[in-house]
């Protein structure tokens, strides 16, 4: 979620856009068949919005399969669970295309203060983090606030030290707290290996209170060692805090059971509703099937799936299909190096120059408020009319571009169209990656508010003759 | 808190109370007196409410001791902590009477749904459970709303099988919900064990929806098997209910390692601030310096512990003292049975009939809504009094019989008064008992009016010419 360094380019061409307003419908034909879009996709925007699918969706997910990290048994039952669930709801072309995943194992986590002040303390294993040695790592603790501070710090003073990073993130709608804290857990192990420290731990990149540490891939540098690092629940990190204000070095000893096993298989799991004029035209919606092995998923991304496939599904009851294919894609492994978004973009280079649009729901299951389309000046009446369709359900149009999601960067290359049903993340980052993960922290109303979203985007996208492929040229925001 | 057979007894009595109303004052030197007091007392209310030595304290206690069940080190940690903070506080007399504690280690908690569908819980062994065996126990779950309900299910289908009790607790003000639920805890182990079940699991006996168990004593039977029991977190209840519900039998397999040590030494904390006149009578405050061996103990009950540090301190920051002495009793083991409360008792038979007043604050941070007291009604104009100096604390003053604390249940039966300063529980069970009993669930400003609450009454109490021993006969309710 961190910006890229071309965003200066952007507003050109979106107040351009904007300026424009919608092009004028220029004859009885068109605005016939206009009309006709409209009120079915209203229709179907209503009927979303009262259906409890999604809900009943995400309680099978959760009930039945629970967490499902990339290469665990969790994982296999949730690509059978997939399968089954599309096939149960009369998807087409079902199938569960094969995605070789990587596959860590967190094993136990242990840590303590052992002075001045012994406590236990509550922490996790960031993704990907080697193991200590079985009697783990006793050192002292180095606190420094981020990644700039550590810089300054001389390397003898970090030498032989568990250094521990102590940044809070911002609670903010849109999650931007979060893009603004995570370089920590991905890059301050190696940096602080570069400097000689034995381990690292980090306040939990999140915004909850309550005792879950927070885990999240971490990007180890080819070139230093590979140091164990974990996150502290944030009132831990709080009481470590306060006992490093007391001037006393505070010893501690991490214990991480973590290790890697053998590469192994997982799968995207894929189910259209066909296109009845043109088939071969994509309309991609999608989440990610794996999860982080803690909660039960529910948030993150049990929601994007269920929300896809509710759309999928309310489309697919429609007295006709639309022009287009809607496609379905529960991606594998977002969470641990976007196996399954490679994979897809591999296996289908053939015919992304036939997605037509692609949206990603990954941010948890509050109400959507933002809709934006990355989309050529000519789609811009397409666009317009699916925010007025929109406006019911009180999101807003944005004419800043579309980002799609992590799974969809690799079809950013080849310039997929994508938009955005961006979610209320206020109080995502409190269960996310977390153990408190789980079904009672999602709201079905704001659920099926953001089926009513996904159902009416993609069945304009797939229903109108405007066509969207490409996207502009350089509009996507790198994650 | 379960309310007691005699209840109807008691309104009567203080229907009365509250009809007669304040008796009048009757000389001028009387008048003269009474404003004095009360004028200190409003000084010390507003000086106690300004003062953050409630919060300091607390933060001390659970940054440099944590958790300290009964016999633990933290335990041991707590007790030097507490005489060591008393002295530094002022105070006088201080000493760590030797109370003998049980001494149970919880162990490892593992539990897991095995079929139809495969998922992890989390867990907690109730207070003094058994262990299982080294490999666990596997079996079928049972499942039964209450205690009611399990008495109706023939021996037969309850035999072997893993009962779970699955009863919501209610969320009040007053904290009802628990003394609604909590039996369940304590005697539904030896129930299910008389009809022949391997172990328990009950929905935690909380409010909170986040992914914490909550642990708490059980009560064996002595003449059925003890079986292992814990609780499972709300989410993971939720988890097994909706597995449940889908009608196949789910199979468990529960591990515990728990495990009875030799009783061992802890001690109940004692300091005063000596009364200038009648040194021999004293008003009692305190709070339990024991926790459960999770979380820090920060709401249950450190908080009751710096409160009650607190307004003794503020007291003998006083001009001269007041006339009674004040006296500040840290209990130790209050969770795992009273070992504190009693040996108190023991320890000052002879000198209970000069115990003027008692409290205790054992019910979290939240602000204090709520005064009674249990006195005589020729006490009933100094506690008119109290009440009025609490108006501005926005504390009502309850006619109701005074409850007073589990830790002065054996003062009872020497009919020492006591007052309740009930706070706000509507979010007390959200951490009680749980991993997520730390600091950051404390609002600064709520401790102070609780000191601010406590040090007017036990400076009210120990300055008035008013005697309150004894109280009336019959007035307490049995917890």
Redesign the interface.
């Known amino acids: 979620m961190a910006t890229s360094g071309n965003r200066s380019i952007l507003p050109a061409a979106l107040v351009l856009w904007t300026a424009l307003g919608p092009a004028p419908i220029t004859t009885a034909a068109e605005a016939q068949r206009a009309a006709t879009i409209d009120e079915t996709a209203a229709e179907l925007r209503d009927r979303a919005l009262a259906s409890p699918l999604a809900w009943e969706l995400l ?1 099978s997910l ?6 499902r990290f990339a290469g665990s ?1 969790g994982d296999r ?1 949730a690509v059978a669970w997939a399968v089954a669930k599309m096939e149960e709801l009369g998807l087409e072309n079902v199938r569960a295309e094969p995605v070789t995943v990587p596959q860590w194992v967190r094993g136990e986590a242990r840590g303590r203060t052992l002075s ?5 303390m ?1 922490l996790i294993a960031l993704g990907g983090s080697v193991g200590t040695p079985e009697t783990g790592i006793e050192a002292e603790i180095l606190e420094v606030a981020g990644l700039e501070e550590l810089v300054e710090v001389p390397d003898a003073e970090v030498a032989g030290k568990i250094v521990f990073f102590n940044r809070r993130m911002e609670r903010r709608q849109d999650g931007r707290g979060y893009g603004q804290t995570v370089p920590i857990r991905g890059r301050g192990p190696s940096a602080a290996a570069a400097k000689g420290a034995v381990a690292v731990l980090i306040r939990s990149v999140g915004t909850g ?4 540490p927070h885990t999240g891939a971490l990007r180890y540098a080819e070139d230093t060692p590979r140091i164990p690092a974990a996150a502290l629940a ?2 831990d990190a ?2 470590l805090e ?2 490093l204000r ?1 001037g006393q070095p505070v010893r501690f000893h991490l214990y991480l059971g973590s290790r890697y096993l053998a590469n192994t298989q997982s799968a995207n799991v894929i189910g259209e509703v066909v296109g009845r004029d043109k088939p071969g035209e994509i309309v991609l919606l999608g989440g990610h099937l794996d999860s982080w092995d803690v ?2 998923g529910a948030l993150d991304d049990g929601a994007g799936c269920a929300i896809s496939l509710a759309a999928a599904k309310l489309i697919a009851a429609l007295d006709r299909p639309p022009r287009r294919t809607i496609r379905v894609v529960l991606f594998a492994n977002e969470e641990f190096g976007l196996s399954g978004a490679e994979a897809y973009a591999q296996a289908h280079q053939a015919e992304l120059t036939t997605h037509q649009l692609a949206m990603e729901s990954d941010f948890g299951a509050g109400n959507v408020w933002r809709f934006a389309a990355s989309v050529e000046p000519a789609a811009r009446t397409a666009a317009q009319s699916i925010a007025t369709l929109l406006e019911p359900l009180e999101i807003a149009f944005d004419a800043g571009p579309a980002w799609g999601g992590a799974d969809l960067r690799y079809l950013h290359t080849s310039r997929v169209p994508v938009a955005d049903l961006t979610q209320d993340g206020t109080y995502y980052f409190d269960y996310h990656h977390t ?2 993960d ?4 999602v709201a079905p109303d704001a659920l099926a508010q953001n089926v009513a979203a996904y159902a009416t985007v993609a069945f304009y996208a797939a229903e109108t003759e405007t066509s969207f492929f490409p996207a502009p040229a350089r509009t996507q925001r790198e994650r």
Chains 1, 2 share one sequence.
Request: hydrophobic share 25%; proline share 9%; net charge negative.
């Open positions: 309680e959760t009930t039945e399969v629970g967490h048994a039952a001045p002040y012994p406590q236990e509550k209170t309550h005792r879950f944030v009132p709080d009481v306060a006992q007391r909660g039960t153990e408190d789980t079904l009672d922290k």
